[in-house]
C-alpha cells in the first residue's frame, strides 16, 4: 500500500516478533529478523549510505512504534562487518538506548552542548564489538534549542571523524 500511494523505495520489511529481545541481530545469528537486518543494511549501502555519507537518522511518526529498536539493530548489522558505530540517543525527551544497553545516560548529548562534558566522555563503551552509544544525558526542558546550536554541530563534526557510521535514533516527528 505505500508503494501504491508514494514515490519512497521501501528498502526492508523488518517482522514484529514478541519473542525478540532488543537485540535481534548479532555474530552468527541467523533468524528471519536477523535477516531482515542483514538485508536492510545492504539496500541502504545501494542507496548511498557508506563511509562518505555516513550519518543515518531513524524516527517515527509517533513514541512506541519501534526506532530505538530499529536504529539499535541497524546500529548492531553494521558493526558486524567490523566497523566502528556511533549510536546517538537523540531521543532527548525519551531516551532508551541507554537503559537497554546498561549504561549510565549522564554525562550525555545535553551535558556536552551545555558545555558540562567533553565529547570523549559521553561516548560510552557497549558490550558489543564496535558499538558506542553517545548517550542523551539529563532530560533538558529545551531540547530544540540546544540541537539548533552551533555546538550540536561542532559535536556531529568530532563524531564524523570517530565513527565509519552514526545512526540517530531521533524523536518521533508527530509529537515534536
Known sequence: ???DKTQVPVLAEIMYSSTTGT????????????????????????MGINEEHKTLLV???????????????????????????????M??????????????????ITSYLIGKAS??????DTPYPNLFVISAGPIPPNPTELILSTKFAEMMA??????????IDSAPIGPV
Open 1 to 3: 500500500e505505500i508503494e
Open 23 to 46: 537485540i535481534a541481530i548479532s555474530e552468527g545469528k541467523r533468524t528471519i529478523i536477523a535477516e531482515q537486518f542483514r538485508s536492510l543494511r545492504t539496500n541502504l549501502a545501494f
Open 59 to 89: 524516527t517515527s511518526s509517533i513514541s512506541g512504534e519501534g526506532k530505538s529498536f530499529i536504529a539499535l539493530n541497524l546500529a548492531m548489522s553494521f558493526t558486524l562487518t567490523g566497523k566502528r558505530v556511533g549510536l546517538m540517543e
Open 91 to 108: 531521543d532527548l525527551r525519551k531516551p532508551k538506548l541507554s537503559k537497554y544497553l546498561g549504561i549510565n545516560r549522564d554525562p550525555g
Open 119 to 124: 565529547i570523549e566522555q559521553i561516548i560510552k
Open 158 to 167: 568530532l563524531l564524523k571523524d570517530q565513527f565509519d557510521y552514526i545512526i
